[in-house]
């Protein structure tokens, strides 16, 4: 069965670096997410991208984050540089196309910001 | 603006009794609802969703989930607990009207089915 895959499954990164966050979302899919949750806390939504571009993106998704998705095949979340408070676990997802469709989830990179 | 209400932090049943899970939700219109399960270090896993059709919905490892026009709930449930359903269980819903939203998440529920 098709699987939306990340890496790293674990990064661990010193204040005020950049880090790259990759998403392989399942090959068909047209929509695609990012999501964190802060450990102990709810899901939230970051930001979703559809047709190369962003659709959507909450207040969390400030100036510090950017997305790509520069090869037609991995969906990458950039943090330009982080902060203590962005330590949580990433999710990356991907639909087949919007709405009705469930959202398929990667297993997750927890960032570990000191 | 859509949210999701999970009224209980935690749910403990004796493996074999029927369990709850609750969800209420506040939307637009007809929503799409969505249940997610987490088990410990793993990802979000879709069990099931509501768009249209039968209010009950049948899903993923027995579970089931009835929505709820009158009451704004999609409660989770299944009639035999077990062990393996230990899980963190989160509740989502989208606004159909609302072009390309994302997922709103309740809280979550902590499920804990005791052998």
């Known amino acids: 069965e098709p699987e939306v895959t990340q890496t790293p499954s674990h990064q661990v990164t010193q204040m005020g670096q950049e880090v790259i966050l990759r998403c392989v979302p399942i090959s068909n899919h047209l929509y695609f997410y990012w999501y964190r949750q802060i450990l102990g806390q709810k ?26 998705r520069p090869d037609g095949s991995n969906f990458t979340l950039k943090i330009r540089s982080t902060k203590l408070e962005d330590s949580a676990m990433y999710f990356c ?3 087949e196309k919007d709405r009705a469709y469930e959202q398929y989830f990667g297993p997750g990179t927890r960032l570990t910001v000191t | 603006a859509q949210s999701v209400a999970q009224p209980e932090d935690q749910v403990n049943v004796a493996e074999g009794n029927p369990l709850t899970v609750k969800c209420t939700y506040s939307v637009s219109g007809n929503p799409y609802l969505f249940w997610y399960v987490q088990y410990p270090n793993r990802g979000l896993q879709f069990l099931l969703k509501y768009i249209t059709g039968d209010n009950l919905v049948k899903g993923s490892y027995g579970f089931e989930a009835e929505f709820n026009k009158s009451q704004t709930s999609f409660h989770l449930k299944k009639p035999s ?18 072009g390309n ?7 979550g529920t902590r499920l804990s089915v005791i052998a």
């Open chain 1, 43 to 68: 899901v939230e939504f970051l930001v979703s991208f559809y047709n190369n571009e962003i659709s959507e993106k909450s207040e969390i998704f400030d100036d510090q984050f950017s997305v790509e």
């Open chain 1, 93 to 95: 997802a991907s639909s």
């Open chain 2, 81 to 98: 607990a077990l062990v393996s359903d230990s899980a963190l269980y989160f509740c989502a819903v989208r606004d159909p009207n609302s």
């Open chain 2, 101 to 107: 939203t994302p997922l709103v998440f309740g809280k």
